[in-house]
């Protein structure tokens, strides 16, 4: 399901050209915010950019009140949507394997409440900043929460780094990328190694940096993200420039500068900002700041709006070129997908499909990332092209219709299998009792579709409350509700049966207007373009939900082998999946909009009476949430992990997200790599089938279906529905804000 209703990015401009007005300065009046209104309007009346200094920023935040009893309704109502949290046991008690501490978020949640009674919290922003903290320590790029007080200020820094090899066996170094950028275009001096970071050793630094990062389950996914990366450059996602640059939402304070010294004892000072995305007109001091912004309502500004030259973040690509990428011999209009042959000698057999997000731009993107590939793959084989290498680079997920789309092109005659399930609460059983027995007194045939059944109201799709949308785990029908929902018991918690996706029904697959290939009425299809042998996925760990969905099919059921680039400055395995593995997710005002949906379908007292009992009236009716997370009229900043994504023959039903996965291979970033994406794919040919050297002690023998912590092994594949949660909510509004 492609629309999870929550926002893609806060409307902040996609880059700013130039050297930004900073208005900088310290609260001497005690009225921090009073400051930033003034700054706001002058620099808006100029035609800046509103950035200020991250400390008078900070200041004003922290002037901010608590807001005592609101808080604490708001933590009981996360409270009450986070047992639909599907991995809420796996975090609390997580398999061996999983390279995170285990936390307990309900305890937590209560503790923060309990901390705010007491008045344990002095400023509303640090209220706000733990629950999001708390929620990232769960390491779930679908489980996320953005209030609306820490997206009214957003912090970054004025720079970029990157972690290269300098020959591709050393153990990479960390440079600025302006450095790197300079000699690349010919300028004549020697860049050198980051030593240190604000006074500390700079991996200890960035380590801990990276550490903060919630979108990531990988630590090496959340290293590779603090750095800029050309894959996201070439689609114009908003946060190529890393988290180095803006963090998620957490609190990405860290003074006015960061000061770098080199290895050669220079040094290098980067200015700290935070971006004023908010009309501060009026605003006098940190309650009028509450007043105004933590009320309700999307109070988030398009400053492209407001100053003169700064692009829209949502302008979509035209370019005829991906940017930083060769011509292609087919792309996407919104850059998401594009084909190139390798011409260089010794590599003319090799084509590179590039998909760095499965998320289209475009209305008819569906289509046009169907039609690219089909094309490119029918292509390829004409040209006798006999190696084909998937570049998955930046892909954050998407569609889940791509991902399966792009399967079954590669593997037009495996049946993906598909398998996820829901945590089995007393809400669940209730609405899916009542949608099911709506449904059969309306006698709504197992044959109609999902619309056709009105199983839709407030513009929600409620699909998966009916059992005849869904089918087992042996792609049969259920017998009825009871059969569907168990419970199951599993890591001392209960989940529903295992279910599989009909895509033979559209909107089970979540696009009426869509037929993946091999189905419905796109049952024409080539035969399989590549043999699995001579395909392999390049990943840099910041594959993610539907990214996450193909790679599982691809090298469960496909055979197909990864390499994995980049990670920490460590020899050895990094997996290629280090984002969440979860099978869908859905926006907070989703599962209240869920709710009240099912609530329509009550005929009888009873049927009301069993939504009451089982907490579906709490659901229906949140207030809390809707005021205080941050969004825009696409929705709200906040996100549950809503199925687990399973893989069949595993008796212990681990989800995915907790099973560790190494690539085949492992291989460094060199400088020429940052600007040549074909220098990066003639290191994957070679590392695959030519003579090129994996990095030391990473090579394994592919556990993509051979092993899951121990648990049974099979070279099948579990995956299911999804959408593209946001990774770091904040830092893709920010990121590339400061691409200078």
């Given at each position: 399901m492609s629309g999870s209703g929550i926002p893609a990015s806060i409307s902040v401009p996609a880059t700013i050209t130039g050297s930004p007005t900073i208005q900088t300065g310290s609260a001497t009046n005690g009225q921090p915010c009073a400051?930033?209104?003034?700054?706001?309007?002058?620099?808006?009346?100029?035609?800046?950019?509103?950035?200020?200094?991250?400390?008078?920023?900070?200041?004003?935040l922290k002037s901010v009140p608590v807001d005592k009893s609101g808080d604490q309704n708001l933590i009981d109502e996360i409270s009450e949507i986070m047992e639909w949290q599907?991995?809420?046991?796996?975090?609390?008690?997580?398999?061996?394997?999983?390279?995170?501490?285990?936390?307990?978020i309900l305890a937590g949640l209560q503790n923060i409440s309990d901390t705010v009674g007491k008045g344990g919290y002095s400023n509303e922003y640090d209220v706000q900043i733990d629950i999001s903290n708390l929620l990232n320590k769960a390491y779930d790029g679908h489980l996320s929460y953005l209030s609306d007080i820490a997206g009214i200020l957003l912090f970054g820094r004025l720079g970029r780094l990157v972690s290269v090899s300098h020959d591709g066996s050393a153990v990479p170094e960390v440079f600025l990328f302006e450095d790197l950028k300079q000699t690349n275009a010919g300028a004549k001096f020697t860049p050198s190694a980051v030593k240190t970071i604000n006074g500390r050793?700079?991996?200890?630094?960035?380590?801990?940096?990276?550490?903060?990062?919630g979108g990531f389950h990988d630590p090496d996914a959340r290293y590779n993200?603090?750095?800029?990366?050309?894959?996201?450059?070439?689609?114009?996602?908003?946060?190529?420039?890393?988290?180095?640059?803006?963090?998620?939402?957490?609190?990405?304070?860290?003074?006015?500068?960061?000061?770098?010294?080199h290895e050669n004892g220079t040094k290098t000072s980067i200015q700290n900002v935070a971006v004023v995305n908010a009309d501060f007109t009026g605003v006098t001091n940190g309650k009028s700041f509450f007043d105004q912004f933590c009320s309700g309502g999307d109070n988030t500004l398009d400053l492209s709006s407001l100053v003169s030259g700064v692009p829209s973040s949502s302008a979509s690509a035209t370019a005829p070129t991906a940017t930083g990428y060769p011509w292609p011999v087919h792309k996407t209009s919104d850059d998401i997908a594009s084909g190139y042959f390798l011409n260089d000698t010794g590599y003319q057999n090799v084509a590179v499909l590039s998909i760095p997000s499965f998320m289209p731009v475009e209305?008819?993107?569906?289509?046009?990332?169907?039609?690219?590939?089909?094309?490119?793959?029918?292509?390829?084989?004409?040209?006798?092209?006999?190696?084909?290498?998937?570049?998955?680079?930046?892909?954050?997920?998407?569609?889940?219709?791509?991902?399966?789309?792009?399967?079954?092109?590669?593997?037009?005659?495996?049946?993906?299998?598909?398998?996820?399930?829901?945590?089995?609460?007393?809400?669940?059983?209730?609405?899916?009792?009542?949608?099911?027995?709506?449904?059969?007194?309306?006698?709504v045939a197992?044959?109609?579709?999902?619309?056709?059944?009105?199983?839709?109201?407030?513009?929600?799709?409620?699909?998966?409350?009916?059992?005849?949308?869904?089918?087992?785990?042996?792609?049969?029908?259920?017998?009825?509700?009871?059969?569907?929902?168990?419970?199951?018991v599993f890591n001392s918690d209960n989940f529903t049966s295992i279910v599989r996706t009909n895509f033979s029904d559209p909107f089970s697959v979540g696009d009426d207007e869509f037929s993946v290939t091999g189905y419905e009425n796109n049952t024409n299809v080539a035969a399989q373009p590549f043999a699995a042998e001579n395909i392999v996925l390049l990943q840099d760990g910041y594959c993610s939900s539907t990214c996450a969905i193909f790679t599982e099919l691809a090298k469960s059921q496909g055979a197909v082998k990864q390499v994995a680039i980049?990670?920490?400055?460590?020899?050895?395995?990094?997996?290629?999946?280090?984002?969440?593995?979860?099978?869908?997710?859905?926006?907070?005002?989703?599962?209240?909009?869920?709710?009240?949906?099912?609530?329509?379908?009550?005929?009888?007292?009873?049927?009301?009476?069993?939504?009451?009992?089982?907490?579906?009236?709490?659901?229906?009716?949140?207030?809390?949430?809707?005021?205080?997370?941050?969004?825009?009229?696409?929705?709200?900043?906040?996100?549950?992990?809503?199925?687990?994504?399973?893989?069949?023959?595993?008796?212990?039903?681990?989800?995915?997200?907790?099973?560790?996965?190494?690539?085949?291979?492992?291989?460094?970033?060199?400088?020429?790599?940052?600007?040549?994406?074909t220098v990066t794919w003639r290191g994957v040919y070679d590392v695959m089938w030519g003579k090129g050297q994996c990095v030391k002690d990473s090579v394994t023998n592919g556990t993509a279906a051979g092993s899951s912590n121990g648990h049974k092994k099979n070279a099948a594949t579990a995956v299911g529905a999804s959408s593209h949660a946001l990774l770091g909510f904040l830092a893709v509004a920010l990121a590339s804000l400061f691409a200078l």
């Open positions: 400051q930033v209104s003034q700054a706001f309007t002058s620099l808006i009346a100029a035609s800046d950019t509103p950035i200020i200094g991250a400390s008078l920023g900070y200041q004003c599907s991995t809420l046991a796996y975090i609390k008690n997580p398999p061996s394997g999983y390279d995170n501490p285990a936390v307990d050793p700079a991996q200890d630094y960035l380590n801990d940096l990276a550490s903060q990062d993200n603090l750095f800029f990366n050309i894959a996201k450059q070439a689609y114009g996602a908003a946060d190529q420039m890393g988290n180095f640059a803006g963090l998620t939402g957490t609190s990405a304070y860290d003074g006015d500068t960061t000061e770098l010294v209305e008819d993107g569906t289509e046009d990332f169907q039609s690219v590939v089909r094309q490119f793959l029918a292509d390829a084989v004409k040209a006798g092209k006999k190696y084909l290498i998937v570049d998955l680079r930046a892909n954050g997920g998407g569609a889940t219709e791509l991902g399966y789309d792009l399967f079954k092109q590669l593997f037009p005659t495996m049946e993906p299998y598909g398998g996820t399930r829901w945590r089995a609460n007393s809400a669940f059983n209730a609405m899916g009792q009542v949608t099911t027995a709506w449904a059969q007194s309306k006698l197992g044959n109609e579709t999902i619309l056709e059944a009105g199983l839709v109201g407030t513009g929600v799709l409620v699909s998966e409350f009916w059992v005849n949308s869904s089918l087992n785990a042996n792609n049969k029908d259920f017998a009825d509700w009871a059969d569907l929902y168990g419970p199951h980049g990670g920490r400055p460590q020899t050895g395995p990094m997996q290629g999946v280090g984002g969440t593995k979860g099978a869908e997710t859905i926006g907070w005002d989703t599962l209240a909009y869920k709710a009240a949906t099912v609530e329509m379908f009550t005929t009888t007292r009873a049927s009301a009476k069993l939504l009451t009992n089982s907490g579906v009236d709490t659901l229906s009716n949140l207030t809390s949430v809707f005021v205080r997370a941050a969004g825009t009229s696409q929705g709200l900043a906040a996100a549950i992990n809503y199925r687990d994504n399973l893989r069949p023959g595993d008796d212990s039903q681990t989800p995915l997200q907790f099973v560790y996965e190494p690539t085949e291979c492992r291989i460094w970033y060199t400088a020429p790599m940052l600007f040549d994406p």
